[in-house]
């Protein structure tokens, strides 16, 4: 399957695209991201991976969806193998969400100046208000491995912890103010699953352990109802 369009949403901190590419033309609109943390390679590993197969006509997508890919939400993490962005922000951590704070502890998860500072969350909120995703997945990793469901969704989570083994939980243990999650999916009740992939896990285990998670996640929508949408 060749992608339908391609849209760059904006420019990183040191100049690199933040692209998106889109699949299909369903009426379930769909955003799939990696990379939003840009040590978490088993994340972005996964997507990246996804469309390759997507494109070679390996996997299928399912009618009645139109597939939103952003590979890389952080590019220049990514290229430097690290958590935050090139001013040392953790995009996590900087949305415009009503608990964003600017206090911090630990380096890892600085804020930023002010919520919504970095044009890569900027990007982001342009995706969410240009494709009005009715499902959100973010692909990251960590030590303690779970689908982190976000918003009116613990269903979805748990459809696909089925799949893949791994717990569905609707706090991932700690605060996380200026979250993707708190920002699309408690603030909008935008279904928002945090796919926290094993740490350290090789690439083929990634793809293997978490394909037909993916597949039950992406497909879920067609089959259940949505819930309803705040703002």
């Known amino acids: ?38 040590d978490e390679t088993e994340g972005t590993f996964f997507v990246n991976k996804f469309r390759t197969e997507l494109e070679k006509g390996k996997i299928d997508l399912p009618e009645g969806i139109t597939l939103h890919i952003c590979p890389q939400a952080n590019p220049d993490g990514c290229a430097d193998n690290r958590r935050t962005n090139h001013r ?28 919504g500072s970095e044009p890569e969350n900027q990007a982001i909120l342009g995706m969410i208000a240009e494709c009005m995703p009715s499902v959100i997945f973010s692909l990251h990793s960590y ?9 009116d969704s613990e269903d979805l989570g748990q459809a696909m912890a089925r799949a893949n083994g791994l717990p569905a939980k609707g706090d991932i243990g700690y605060p996380t103010p200026g979250s993707l999650g708190t920002y699309a999916g408690w603030e909008r009740n935008i279904p928002t699953i945090t796919l926290e992939i094993l740490r350290g896990q090789a690439h083929e285990q990634v793809w293997s352990a978490h394909l037909e998670g993916m597949n039950v996640g992406l497909s879920y929508y067609l089959t259940h109802k949505l819930p309803p949408r705040k703002g």
């Open 1 to 38: 399957m060749k992608h339908l369009g391609h849209r760059v949403f904006g420019k990183s901190v040191a100049n690199r695209d933040i692209e998106v590419f889109r699949y299909g033309t369903g009426q379930l609109s769909i955003l799939l991201m990696g990379g939003v943390h840009g």
């Open 88 to 115: 040392n922000v953790d995009l996590n951590r900087n949305l415009p969400t009503k608990d964003w704070t600017g206090a911090f502890t630990n380096v890892r998860f600085y804020p930023g100046p002010h919520a």
């Open 143 to 151: 030590e303690n491995p779970m689908v982190n469901f976000n918003g």
